[in-house]
């Protein structure tokens, strides 16, 4: 707020010559510090100029004639005057302070204590008070600003992918109608395409999903429903489901959990989908993918090995963040970059947590470990095992 040249300007809104006087001479005292003095003797011209905004702070007395300088000063915050305001009382009369403060004043000094050194302080105070008050505000303004943007926008993704949802849906319902048709008039052409148009909207209904979730992942509005599940059969299920998509691999499963969790169990699962589905699709030429299933006292992991081209170190930081995709990887192989990020969130979610260990040309390794459930912890694996 000081002006270029370092003078701090004043406006006084007081109706005696003498204390105008006054307050020219302490304030031309003090050192390293230059101050220009604006005056004003009538509240009405003072209120004008006070709304003018030409000064850095402004000092009312509290007495001006019949009028008040707290009324002046509301009057004033009421219009948006934003400057700073000290107010000054004749001696005796420090009993207004809460009301000057509560009108909108930022401080107040009694005339009888008029000296350059502390008011100088004051001056300053106020002024740097002023301006922190008013950066906080305007952060405030500014992440409210960012939080409705936000919103808005999740919003505006969430109707739309409802929206597509729908279409979608009836067309699948038709090209499964279609495939049915088809193999009763013995068309076998007509199944095989309506099979690849069903598998198309599969692809389709998981991109949507996929957005849908991180969506939702962002907005903080994922709900989780927990129950206790046994966490080896979740993996068998899943991956009894995931073999049947592919012929090329064959997945491995080693070591047994035993274990009970709490959490969601379809959330889970879909993480064990996402890292199984990424390793048939970006390790083609992988001939087994090795599921493997450990526990500790606390916890349990399981593990996704490929055999295949591995992913840069350098990248490896990145791939669980939302829209990233591995440079160099085949273009071919279609995604979005939220498998990873969705899995993350989920195995945060679930108090877990998920890594990479990969080497190029030789394969990848992700991992997530999830905490058992409460009644387990720190008992032998024999007397939970089932
Ligand atoms: P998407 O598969 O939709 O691209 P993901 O978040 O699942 O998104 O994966 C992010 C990126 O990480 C992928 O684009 C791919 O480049 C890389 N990636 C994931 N899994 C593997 C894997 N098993 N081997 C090599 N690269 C992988």
Redesign the pocket.
Known sequence: MPTKTQHTIVLLIEDDEEDYILLQKVLSKVPHQRYKVLWEQRPERGLAHMLMEDHDICLVDFRLGAASGIDLLKEARSHGYNHPIIMLTGAGEDNIDIQALQAGADDYITKDLLQGELLHRLIRYAIERKKAEQERDRLQREQIIRDEREARRNEFISMVVHELKTPITSLKGYSQLLGKRCERMGDAQGMNLAARMDQQVNRLTSLIDDLLDINRMEGDKLRLRESDFDFDELVEEIMADIQLTTEQHSLVREGETHATLRGDRERIGQVLT?LLT??I???PESETIVVKLARDEQSVTASVQ?F????PKEQQAY?FEPF???EG?ETS?S???????IAASLVERHRGKIWVE?EEGEG?T?SFSLPLAAQQVDQPMLEVGR
Do not use: E, H, Q, W
């Open positions: 996402n990424n390793a699709k970006y390790a490929d295949g081209p591995g992913i791939v990233y995709r591995v990887v192989v995604g979005l970059g939220l498998g990873l990020a990969s990848t992700f």
